[in-house]
């Protein structure tokens, strides 16, 4: 059950679980100033509220434990029942976090990583960073010409020399 509970999540960003609450992936897009973009951000919010699950989700759990809706309906409130009567107990959901109760206070610990993947981004940075790149690759002034022909007439000085 809780295998289907987290895979629902994965795929609709919420979860409704009655009589304790909503678990909901929020996702804030990227966002131009005039400085620059900020990256966008996805966390995972708990709201505690009473709210009951949709007919899409009692089909979705009733598809993925190959049972009828009667009987995934009466499986899922078995099992948030058997959660929530307890005095301590702990319901992980899947690797994003877990609730635990201690006695009527249900407490959500999400483990999702809330440090946002992009970068926010910077147009003037930017512009900073390739004016450093291609300062530093300008080609220097090469003296290497100059020395092979000091070297070459040093080496025809001396041939010269041990032949007169």
Known sequence: MKNSIYQYFILNGRIVLPGIGTLQLQRQKAVFLSNGYIAPKEKVVFISNEATPSPEFYDFIANQLDVSLEEATVQFHDYINDFIGQTSA?????????????????????FFNEVPFYKDFSPNAAIDSIEA????????????????????????????????
């Not at 899947?94 to 206070?105: Q, R, V, W």
């Not at 291609?134 to 010269?160: H, R």
């Open 90 to 110: 702990s319901l992980p959901i899947g690797n994003i976090g877990t609730f635990h109760k201690n006695y009527a206070h249900i407490q959500w610990v999400g």
């Open 133 to 164: 790149t291609l300062k530093a690759d300008e080609p220097k002034k090469d003296f290497s010409i100059i020395w092979y022909i000091i070297l070459f007439v040093i080496a025809t000085v001396l041939i010269l020399i041990k032949y007169v």
